[in-house]
């Protein structure tokens, strides 16, 4: 996928990759399994990387075409830039982060006991 060009795709695999992987419902030799195993993560790490974007396509019942779709590549970012954002945190845990830092900073309301409220 390094030489791909945005949009470029790539079946990496055909079949039912959780099942195909799991040794007790797969129906591939131990090496083949443990290879399968190790390009499925290759492709989701890829897919974090935001290098593709990962797509299946039901090509039968239980059967689906593991597709990895090439992005366009990420500009290099400057580094003194990078070592002043500190470590990168992905998904909820950076939006729950961000949530509890602004309810930190901010003053909270006064809550006022029912008896004292004036309707």
Request: with cysteine; glycine share 6%; net charge positive.
């Amino acid at each position: 996928m390094a030489q791909a060009v945005p949009g470029d795709r790539l079946e990496y695999h055909r079949g039912f990759l959780v099942l195909d992987i799991f040794p007790i419902f797969a129906r591939l030799p131990d090496q083949q399994r443990a290879e399968l195993a190790r390009l499925g993560s290759r492709a989701f790490w890829t897919a974090e990387q935001g290098l593709v974007h990962l797509e299946q396509e039901r090509t039968g019942p239980d059967q689906f075409a593991y597709i990895a779709v090439a992005r366009p590549k990420p500009k290099p970012r400057a580094p003194i830039r990078q070592e002043m954002r500190g470590p990168r945190l992905r998904g909820r845990t950076r939006h729950r982060d961000e949530i509890r830092r602004l309810r930190e900073t901010q003053p909270r309301p006064r809550l006022l006991p029912v008896r004292d409220m004036q309707c």
